[in-house]
RNA sequence: GGAGAAAUGGCAGAGUGGUCGAAUGCACUAGUCUUGAAAACUAGCGAGGGUCACACCUCCGGGGGUUCGAAUCCCUCUUUCUCCGCCA
């Protein structure tokens, strides 16, 4: 969420550039800023409560020390309305902190000052484009067909054991996943980011501290039992690993990489673009995940859209990069290049990675600060982006890879196979 | 799952009703000394709110209660440890 203190500084700045997101938060600004001064000077007056109060007790107990009991008692009568009054301005304090805090949940975060304004998809803004897209035969087939010709991936059975979405990868199919997942590692940590290997479930506090809750709640699957989430994505238990941690400034750059499944309910998703591999329930994915001191956090972000790229290279699949509009945005993300691949025999973009700077916004709600050279505690800036999100990338490997012969396994990707062809 | 013990600052660890946001040690930061480092010495050193700055307020796992007053007593939840059971 944004800083209260950004708000008040800053007020007329934000409600502009909400505006890109096609909303008008002066409403919602103006509701946080009185709420803010009905909550200091709430709070102010139970301060000052409590001030007298334990001012009257220290004396009491001095009397009764001292062995003068009558005067304590004339003092302990006077303490009643104290407490009474405090229990009142406590109860509203709660009740304006909490208003507060819910009307700050409803604000997303501010566009970086390149976000260009859209509403849709068609507004977002193409920054890259690199690579060929082949020339495929007239019979080419798109990856669902594929999958079952060369019986790699079989949807019928993840239905059968589990639902539509979870689909079962088989044989040389599976291989390849392992293929990718031990290869986007590879290429992270060479790249400085350290692995984890993290829960693929999490409470609901990591669900408020990247932002999932309590907006989409409805996205995530919820184990009722335990109260436990399972993961949409690795950015969850990853970035709350440093959740009300206070850094040091020497710590920066916090880069951390991390393959977990992904469990998503794509509630309100159908159609024919939902077709195979192009929106699961489950799928993997191997993130990246840094925390940056403000100051870099933007050049961090290019570091990781170069990264990105060198993996795609490296794949020879073609793509591009957009940087997404205002109305495109996720919520908690101030600025986002989403890379898409071109799927030849689906002739269209697939979306593949999506690299994003939250700025203070996660950071914020985590807790999560380091302490600058003045010793004084700053909010730091977390970053992410998938390197690289599997199922797409696979569609995208299958229908431009595809050939009479059968599939041709990337060449980098041949020695994590072990084989060079899918026939 | 059953029985018992525990939860205090970055870590270790005192503190069982009042002057305790909390001794002490370690770690850390700055300074003195040193060619430099180490050692030694000196000082500082939790978080949040509030204020121009002070004052002041809150926080001793979470929540609730008793009391004029709670780290300390009571209830409850969570977590950790030990023993037993089960088990990849």
Redesign the pocket.
């Given at each position: 969420m944004l800083q209260?203190?950004a708000i008040r500084d800053r007020k007329d700045e934000i409600i502009k550039a909400l505006k890109k997101r096609n909303i008008d938060a002066a409403p919602l600004v103006q509701n946080v800023l009185e709420l803010?001064e009905k909550?200091?000077s709430t709070?102010?007056k139970?301060?000052?409560t409590?001030?007298e109060?334990?001012?009257?007790?220290?004396?009491?107990?001095?009397f009764?020390?001292a062995g003068k009991a009558q005067e304590?008692n004339v003092?302990?009568e006077k303490?009643?309305t104290?407490?009474e009054d405090s229990k009142r301005l406590g109860d509203d304090l709660?009740t304006v902190a909490d208003e507060l805090q819910a009307i700050l949940y409803q604000i997303p975060n501010v566009p970086h000052q390149s976000v260009p304004a859209g509403n849709t998809d068609e507004d977002n803004e193409e920054v890259f484009k690199e690579g060929e897209i082949p020339t495929l035969n007239t019979d080419a087939l798109p990856h669902w067909d594929l999958a079952k010709k060369y019986d790699i991936i079989d949807f019928e059975l993840g239905v059968k054991i589990t639902g539509a979405g979870f689909p079962v990868y088989k044989g040389k199919g599976a291989r390849l996943q392992r293929a990718l997942i031990s290869y986007f590692l590879d290429k992270n940590t060479e790249a400085g980011y350290t692995e984890m290997q993290v829960p693929h479930l999490v409470n609901e506090a990591s669900g408020f501290g990247t932002g999932q809750l309590p907006d989409k709640e409805g996205q995530m699957y919820h184990v009722g039992e335990d109260d436990l989430y399972l993961i949409p994505t690795a950015e969850v238990p990853v970035t709350n690993l440093f959740r009300d941690e206070?850094l040091?400034e020497k710590d920066f750059p916090v880069c951390y990489t991390a393959y977990t499944p992904c469990f998503r309910r794509e509630a309100g998703s159908y159609g024919a673009h939902v077709r195979g591999l192009n929106r699961l329930h489950q799928f993997d994915k191997v993130e990246i995940v840094r925390v940056e001191h403000p100051e870099n956090s933007y050049k961090a972000l290019d570091g990781m859209v170069e990264h990105v790229k060198t993996i795609l290279r490296e794949l020879k699949l073609p793509y591009r990069i957009l940087r997404l509009c205002g109305g495109d945005l996720g919520f908690t993300a101030a600025l986002t290049y989403d890379f898409e691949v071109f799927s030849t025999a689906q002739d269209r973009w697939l979306e593949i990675s999506s690299v994003s700077n939250f700025e203070t916004y996660q950071a914020n709600r985590l807790?999560l600060?380091y302490?600058d050279e003045n010793?004084?505690?700053q909010v730091a800036h977390t970053l992410n982006g998938s390197a690289l999100a599997l199922p797409r990338v696979l569609a995208g490997i299958l229908e431009n890879y595809q050939t009479k012969e059968g599939i041709q396994i990337p060449e980098v990707l041949v020695p994590y196979c072990g084989f060079d062809k899918i026939d």
């Open positions: 209260l203190q803010d909550r200091r709070q102010t139970l301060d000052n409590l001030a109060a334990n001012k009257l007790s220290k004396e009491i107990g001095l009764f020390k304590a003092l302990k303490t009643g104290l407490k709660n206070i040091s807790k600060r302490k010793g004084k505690n």
